[in-house]
């Protein structure tokens, strides 16, 4: 036990942090933690929420299964370890005891249960709440007012994750109520990754880091390729504010819903991993076909979301529907993706000088679709790419 807690003391202290402990200090209203308080999220997670496919429809057969699919699919091998539940899973009134209570219909077995199940799997267990009086559903209480004691119900169940969202929240300030329930979780007893859902209204990059392994930078994606691309676009002035322990998130993914062409999605899933997105699948895995299973089950791109530099890749390029979107990665790499967002194929270029390497490198390319290499490249990188397609490589100096 002596030895863990050493070295987890010796990479907080290697990671530039401040040995924060459980209780912060607040400063203007908002709890000053190291971001490694709760030791979670070094690298974005990976995982699965129920919301963009199913909504309201969910019941603890599904949640099982899901869990089952995860494993049998080879996602939860690739990194993919959080089943999330969103809204909807609890009863519309608190117990006696002001105690949330989990929809008899529909989880009749109870969360702790479900966690212990998904828990069986090699899994975590994620749940949804709401910093208002009621969450964006109006069919269950939120936790406004409740952190403490829905903090420890949640910890008791074995909950790993809490999405906490911002609907019916009174007016008040989201700086006041969210580090409210960051301390709580902090006090519960167990690690629990916490991802506030406050839509980038009031600019979350910016005070969100303090209190949260992850804040939305966004409304909600739908499964539209407008809706993708507004989402990348919003997520990526905040770029700099994302490091190990905390990340701009730009909502869930869509890949597998339908919406969308495979390219789109190939460009969805492409900068989601260069931003140091959240990766967390939108779809029914249980019935997903080859092609989103191939797109989500990438090795190469998945890396690039989960390297340890942990530096969020952004929109370094633009000219017209044609961009460059580029980020270092660990080991002297780089990772870029050339991405045409017009209506016809195009060139895309990228220049070394563009990405920050020297004009006179040599360079190897690793595409990370096709899984070719390219050797001996000198002064740029470029493609001719489809309409609403990408190309994704990493550049290694030779």
Known sequence: ???????????????????????????????????????????PPMGWNSWNHFQCSIEEKLIRETADAMVSSGLAALGYQYIN?????????????????????????????????????????????????????????????????????????????????NCFNT??????????????????????????????????????????????????ISDKWESMISCADENDRWASYAAPGGWNDPDMLEVGNGGMTTEEYRAHFSIWALAKAPLLVGC??????????????????????????????????????????????????????????????ATVIAYWSDLGLNPTAVVKAHDLWTHSIQRGLKGNISANIESHACKMFVLTPQ
């Open 1 to 43: 036990m002596w030895m863990m807690m050493l070295i987890m003391l010796l990479l907080l202290v290697s990671n530039g942090e401040e040995v924060g402990g459980s209780s912060g200090e607040v400063e203007d209203g908002i709890i000053s933690r190291n971001l490694l308080a709760n030791g979670l999220a070094l690298t």
């Open 284 to 345: 029914d895995i249980r019935a997903m076909d080859n092609v989103t299973l191939a797109l989500l089950s990438n090795k190469d791109v998945i890396s690039v979301n989960q390297d340890k530099l942990g530096v969020q890749g952004k929109k370094i390029k633009k000219d017209g529907d044609l961009e460059v979107w580029s980020g270092p990665l660990s080991k002297n790499r780089t990772t870029v993706v050339l991405w045409n967002k017009g209506t016809s194929s």
């Open 85 to 165: 539940l969103d809204d909807c899973w609890a009863e519309l009134n608190r117990d006696s005891k002001g105690n949330l209570v989990p929809k008899s219909s529909t989880f009749p077995s109870g969360i702790k249960a479900l966690a212990n199940y998904v828990h069986s799997k090699g899994l975590k267990l994620g749940i949804y709440s709401d910093a208002g009086t009621r969450t964006c559903s109006n069919t269950m209480p939120g936790s406004l007012g409740h952190e403490e004691q829905d903090a420890k119900t949640f910890a008791s169940w074995g909950v790993d994750y809490l999405k906490y969202d």
């Open 171 to 220: 007016g008040t300030n989201p700086k006041e109520r969210y580090p409210i329930m960051s301390q709580a979780l902090l006090n519960s007893g167990r690690p629990i990754y916490f991802s506030l859902c406050e839509w980038g209204q009031e600019q979350p990059a910016t005070w969100a880091p303090k209190i949260g392994n992850s804040w939305r930078t966004t409304g909600d």
